[in-house]
């Protein structure tokens, strides 16, 4: 088991003002030096650490959706530097295995020529972590390898997300809880007495033990809109860097063009004591920061606004299924019509909350299984959007590949899905 607690950082000097060092100007690897370079990095010498980037989609590097593999290679040239034994972990969204992740995304080739540990976290049983006073959850299953090494890095990607506002460092950690049990965030009920989302209360929980001991945030490329994987491509070509996650998350979303404040998952875990978020309270270098920031469009309030006459009913979806629709909208959204009486409203549903669906709804994923019989029912955990054509049309599908994720990777085969949520 890990020497010290996930939550005790030795690289944090005040807890009452954190520091967090801004970098850019010279490319992704050099900015991470840089960064680095601020820190007293000692505390890892003869240490096993962890670098969890957001490696949990099929995706280019600098798509803004997953952490650029040279942020990662700078990490790990730089611990190995100051005396650490290093690894590069991960625990993809459903749908997504971790090895074919870090292939897409470029940190396989940069761990391969570094000889660095590439962990499939899904991989071993998970351990379940009691969290007596979480409000939406009360445990936790957490991938082993979190609680062995000695210290864990958050790197997470610059991005606006449809759920939660925001996802950058204490978001990432999200992450390393075992494969299914990231949907559960989903799927909560309301907390009785708290106006907040029940996902952005089980965020702050989680952060009462997946607090990361550094924060390196990339903003090489962020995403803003319809995060985390179907906004646009942000170029930022910075880097935030802090012991302290939520203060690195406060000073990002500032470059962002947003307010920590406003993202419920940072505010409550702010006044819980588990970080800092209040800019007048955060030292940041160098002076002027402020000037590499550009302001990133929000995620849109409601996905029926963008596309007139549909109806769509999402209640507890997880971002999988979101982003599959979206990406389906997009492409197919015009040729939907030709498949429906032009005068009607067409009624789309994800998630697993709904109680029942109006006749007619096209219902897509595997959770909505229970209402086929309303429908037309995409299986899928999720289906990825040539899957959602093809059951309107009845024609094959003529894409292999839906936006960033491939069917074969992040979908699941028609003929083979599970009428469940898979793992
Ligand atoms: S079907 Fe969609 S909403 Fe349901 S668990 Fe799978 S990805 Fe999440």
Request: aromatic fraction near 4%.
């Amino acid at each position: 088991m890990a020497s010290m607690r996930l939550t005790d950082s030795p690289f944090l000097l005040s807890r009452t003002r954190p520091s967090v060092h801004v970098t850019a100007g010279e490319g992704a690897y050099g900015n991470t030096c840089a960064a680095l370079a601020q820190m007293d990095l000692s505390p890892v010498r003869g240490k096993r650490v962890l670098l969890k980037p957001n490696a949990g989609r099929l995706a280019p590097p600098g798509a803004g959706i997953t952490t650029h593999p040279q942020v990662v290679a700078a990490a790990i040239d730089t611990f190995r530097k100051a005396g650490a034994d290093v690894a590069v972990g991960e625990s993809p969204i459903v749908g997504v295995k971790t090895q074919e992740a870090f292939d897409a995304i470029g940190i396989a080739l940069i761990a391969r020529e570094r000889d660095c540990p590439l962990i499939d976290m899904n991989a071993r049983r998970f351990v379940e972590v009691p969290l007596p006073h979480g409000l939406a959850i009360d445990s936790l299953k957490v991938c082993p390898e979190v609680l062995e090494y000695d210290l864990v890095v958050s790197l997470p990607v610059m991005k606006m997300h449809m759920h939660t506002g925001v996802t950058l460092a204490v978001k990432n950690m999200k992450g390393c809880l075992w494969r299914r049990s990231k949907i559960g965030f989903h799927m909560l009920p309301p907390v009785e007495g708290l106006d907040e989302k029940p996902i952005d209360i089980a965020i702050a929980d989680m952060s009462v033990v997946l607090r990361p001991h550094l924060s390196i945030i990339d903003g090489t490329v962020g995403m803003e809109g319809l995060g985390p994987s179907a906004g646009l491509a942000k170029p930022l070509g910075v880097i935030v860097v802090s012991a302290d996650a939520f203060a690195a998350d406060a000073i990002a979303c500032k470059l962002m063009g947003t307010n920590a404040e406003a993202i419920p998952h940072l505010r409550i875990g702010a006044q819980r004591g588990y970080g800092m978020i209040d800019l007048g309270r955060i030292a940041v270098t160098p002076e002027g920061w402020q000037e590499w920031g550009a302001a990133f469009s929000p995620p849109p309030e409601d996905l029926s606004l963008e596309f007139p006459n549909i109806n769509i009913l999402d209640k507890n979806s997880c971002s999988a299924c979101q982003s599959t629709l979206f990406l389906f909208l997009k492409r197919y959204g015009s040729r939907l019509f030709d498949y429906f009486p032009r005068d009607t409203c067409i009624c789309i549903a994800i998630g697993k909350g709904h109680v029942e669906v109006p006749d007619g709804t096209l219902c897509i994923g595997n959770c909505l299984a229970r209402h086929r019989g309303n429908g037309i029912f995409i299986r899928g955990c999720p289906p990825v959007s040539s899957q959602i054509l093809t059951a309107i049309s009845g024609e094959p599908s003529v894409d292999s590949k839906d936006g960033h994720i491939t069917t074969s990777d992040s979908g699941v085969a028609v003929a083979d899905a599970p009428d469940e949520p898979k793992e």
